[in-house]
């Protein structure tokens, strides 16, 4: 009798699984980004110069002709690289198809 008074009255807490929501903050802005048109020439030339086409802080450090390192591409870590380097794109492509210019 005793143990059928314990089994019935104890009861076991099971942990409960709460879905954490991860909040992007840069969700706006990555979607102000990717909805970005291009339609000037002059904003197309300047987002095209100023966003770098490889990323500017990969090296490779020579010594007596020997490479001895190399420094990764830094660029990917950049939460928004991806809308950046499609921006890039859409102005160039806005250049060449729209404006007629010679990319070289």
């Known amino acids: 009798?005793?143990?059928?008074?314990?089994?019935?009255?104890?009861?076991?807490?099971?942990?409960?699984?709460?879905?954490?929501?991860?909040?992007?903050?840069?969700?706006?802005?990555?979607?102000w980004l990717d909805q970005l048109e291009i339609s000037n020439p002059k904003l197309a030339k300047f987002i095209y110069k100023a966003i770098p086409a490889q990323c500017p802080f990969e090296r490779d450090i020579v010594l007596f002709d020997r490479k001895i390192?190399?420094?990764?591409?830094?660029?990917?870590?950049?939460?928004?690289?991806?809308?950046l380097v499609g921006l890039r794109f859409r102005a160039l492509c806005y250049l060449v198809d729209q404006c007629g210019m010679d990319i070289s």
């Open 1 to 31: 009798m005793n143990s059928r008074w314990i089994s019935d009255r104890t009861t076991v807490a099971q942990p409960q699984t709460t879905k954490i929501s991860q909040i992007d903050l840069l969700q706006p802005l990555r979607q």
């Open 69 to 83: 390192a190399h420094i990764p591409p830094m660029c990917k870590l950049n939460p928004l690289y991806d809308q």
